[in-house]
């Protein structure tokens, strides 16, 4: 058995899916062993007396601080006068009892703290005694009677809530737990953490070893409890899983979760709900095994998680793809806790102004950095910027590319070419969305879900996440004869990543662009997108051109869908518009959710269409290499429950192809001020869209209303050799390597 000298530190911190397949590798030596402190000594381990009493002493100093300190005391103070209720389980997500479990780790978690900061006894005793009460429930509880997760929890539905529970209530308790007699102390400790411990990670075992967000709070409250009870065989189970040989457990999951930048693999909605096990329980370890050098692992690979996950938001909001609730942002409790942990190991001053704007930090000395921090004018802007982040445990199982201008609320176009991302992942591979003016202007749905909300599925995933959801058409890439990507198999999907062919940003030329392929998405054909951001000097605000590749062994049918947000101000093109009655468009793959509202004949003219959103124009203009059908659809159809929101789509329909290229070009433009009641710059600065292919290379032409051609042109194959000439008209393009942008004056 390995025993270890724990130091005495630490921290207070403020959805079912099937893991990754475990390959066999043999695991890193473990740090030196020595002796565990003595099994009597109950002083706190999480966060040091010292540390304790710094915090009392200076926490007033800074508003931050003190105001957590209050805002903490508020919420304690409300549950000790409602009195402790620890209910026999019940519910499902948001019912009475899930609540009241949940509102009671936050109470022994705040109240534990309380007690070191102010030294109020009742703080102490209070959770004390909710968590005898949980001594006395804890040993008869069974699964829980609503449990529907394939893994049932004792106190809630799921046993990942059980391990949201053990997270927080363990450090509440580290904090009150050298009050406590000897008697109370054992009860507490063997009837509860003990109990709650062997539940997770010998009971279920298969459970505890998984690569998964689910694993990682289980693997984080285990190792936790072992570092409070001095139980060393908890601790390294948690960290190299329940046979010890580093297959599962923490460790592997930092290896096989994260890419080398930090990216997550269910993407960066559940790299927001993870981060919290992964920073609370890494905090842990370094107060405790500094010798383990737990936040230089892998590079340091979490704290790049820090900044990935951030970097991944737009306007304060996560960037929701796969399964996402759109509402969630950097306010949120995880990514409380990851900034304020990042910040005391690196200083960044650009997490500062992260925390500023969440308002709000942790009793916790990573919180007192924080809040020092602000006192002290250090906070600087922190640096979003455009940015590529690999996918997979090596870096090479695609990218999630950021492209952005004109600041944090200026323009973003997101590309996502990333891995399936387990069963929280969505069938679309060459998603795109773009931010603008601070809101969202292409858009994902994310997921159908109303979290915790009872009468909604008990808070849980909707039928309608597989109906509508996840399906392709449900996003911003092709899809081809009607069908999911990886015929709606996601565990197909996982076996296949995406190829990255081009990441690049040239200021001189004002140009950014991505581009990435799948072959695998759908049997012998081969997508390939190329999306840019372009500036002209004729433009206020940057384009953005979207170029769609198709390559296939047969004609089929494509549809690539557009889902975009605002209210539509003109129509570009000709089409019958169903006013007496909505047809839906489909009957499976997410088309039975779809209403059409109009469609035009096929036809190879350049169309457009305007919108309106919070009070800037855009102007979608769209091409493509045969006639084609505009669609204008909305969500909703076979939705009796009103599960889904209503939003719109413009669908392009070509049919009878093999190859194809579709080409775009969004505009952003003017302004519309309704307290003024001033409309500026309402109308396109574009003129026209062409485009024009040679061999495996295309031009995209845009002639402004100013008479003046921006061209770029773009090959099939990333040679940086090799050169290329397209014929548009009476002008041939010709350049050498992947891109190249050309400027040209023309006649009015």
Request: proline share 5%.
């Amino acid at each position: 058995m390995l025993t270890r000298t724990l130091s005495v530190a630490g921290l207070v911190c403020g959805c079912a899916a099937a893991p990754l397949a475990v390959a066999a590798q043999t695991p890193a030596a473990p740090a030196t062993a020595t002796a565990f402190a003595t099994a009597d000594n109950a002083n706190p381990v999480l966060v040091s007396s010292d540390d304790w009493a710094r915090m009392a002493e200076a926490g007033d100093r800074y508003p931050m601080f003190a105001a957590e300190r209050v805002r903490v005391e508020l919420e304690v103070r409300a549950a000790m006068h409602a009195g402790i209720n620890v209910p026999q389980p019940r519910d499902l997500g948001g019912g009475i009892t899930h609540e009241q479990h949940k509102a009671n780790y936050k109470a022994i978690a705040g109240a534990g703290a309380l007690y070191r900061l102010t030294g109020d006894r009742a703080y102490a005793d209070f959770a004390r005694d909710i968590l005898l009460e949980y001594a006395l429930l804890y040993p008869a509880l069974g699964p829980h009677p609503a449990g529907r997760s394939s893994v049932k929890g004792r106190l809630f539905w799921q046993a990942l809530n059980d391990s949201v529970w053990l997270v927080y209530a363990s450090q509440g308790y580290d904090a009150i737990r050298d009050t406590l007699s000897v008697e109370h102390r054992r009860r507490i400790d063997d009837d509860v953490f003990r109990r709650m411990a062997a539940f997770l990670s010998e009971h279920n075992a298969d459970y505890f070893d998984r690569i998964h967000n689910h694993a990682t709070w289980a693997t984080a409250g285990v190792g936790m409890t072992g570092y409070v009870l001095r139980d060393p065989d908890l601790v390294d189970r948690a960290l190299r899983g329940t046979r010890l040989d580093g297959r599962g457990g923490f460790l592997r999951q930092i290896d096989l979760l994260f890419s080398p930048d930090g990216y997550y693999a269910e993407g960066p909605y559940y790299q927001r709900y993870a981060l919290a096990p992964f920073v609370i329980f890494a905090r842990a370890i370094e107060r405790n095994e500094p010798e383990r050098g737990i936040f230089r692992h892998r590079d340091g690979v979490l704290l790049k998680a820090v900044d990935g996950v951030l970097q991944a938001s737009y306007g304060g909001l996560i960037i929701p793809i796969n399964d996402a609730m759109p509402d969630k942002g950097l306010d949120s409790e995880e990514i409380v806790t990851g900034v304020a942990i990042a910040y005391a190991q690196t200083g960044d001053p650009g997490l500062l102004s992260i925390a500023g704007a969440q308002g709000r930090t942790l009793l916790s000395p990573d919180g007192l950095a924080i809040a020092e921090g602000m006192a002290s004018g250090a906070a600087r802007p922190f640096g979003f910027r455009s940015m590529q982040l690999r996918d997979g445990p090596d870096g090479d199982l695609g990218n999630l590319v950021f492209l952005r201008d004109g600041g944090p609320e200026g323009q973003m176009l997101v590309m996502k070419n990333t891995q399936q991302g387990q069963g929280h992942g969505h069938f679309d591979r060459l998603n795109w969305l773009f931010y603008d003016n601070g809101v969202p202007v292409i858009r994902d749905y994310g997921a159908a879900r109303f979290l915790n909300i009872e009468a909604k599925n008990g808070g849980g995933y909707l039928d309608e996440n597989d109906s509508w959801a996840t399906q392709t058409v449900a996003h911003n890439t092709l899809v081809v004869d009607g069908e999911n990507q990886f015929g709606g198999d996601w565990r197909r999907g996982e076996a296949h990543g995406v190829t990255p062919l081009l990441f690049e940003i040239d200021g001189g030329a004002g140009v950014q662009i991505a581009s990435a392929r799948t072959a695998d998405a759908y049997p012998g054909v081969t997508l390939t997108r190329t999306l840019v951001l372009v500036e002209h000097p004729d433009l206020a605000f940057p384009l953005a051109i979207d170029l769609m590749r198709v390559e296939a062994a047969r004609p089929g049918l494509y549809d690539l869908p557009l889902h975009f947000n605002g209210h539509i101000i003109t129509q570009g093109f000709q089409a019958r518009h169903a006013v007496s009655e909505r047809p839906v468009l489909g009957d499976r793959a997410g088309y039975q959710h779809l209403w059409v509202d109009a469609q035009s004949e096929p036809g190879e003219e350049g169309r457009s269409l305007t919108w309106l959103l919070d009070g800037r124009f855009y102007t979608y203009r769209f091409a493509a290499s045969a006639p084609t059908r505009a669609l204008l659809v909305e969500s909703g159809a076979n939705d009796p429950n009103f599960n889904l929101r209503r939003e719109q789509a413009l669908i392009r329909r070509m049919e009878g192809q093999a190859d194809a290229s579709f080409v775009a070009v969004l505009e952003p433009h003017g302004a519309y001020d309704s307290t003024a009641e001033t409309v500026t710059g309402s109308t396109s600065r574009i003129r026209e869209i062409a485009r024009y292919r040679s061999g495996d290379a295309e031009v995209v032409v845009v002639t402004l209303a100013s008479g003046k051609l921006l061209a770029l042109g773009i090959a099939g194959e990333i040679d940086a050799g090799r050169r290329h000439a397209v014929r548009a008209g009476d002008h041939t393009y010709q350049w050498a390597g992947p891109w190249a942008r050309f400027d040209r004056e023309t006649a009015r």
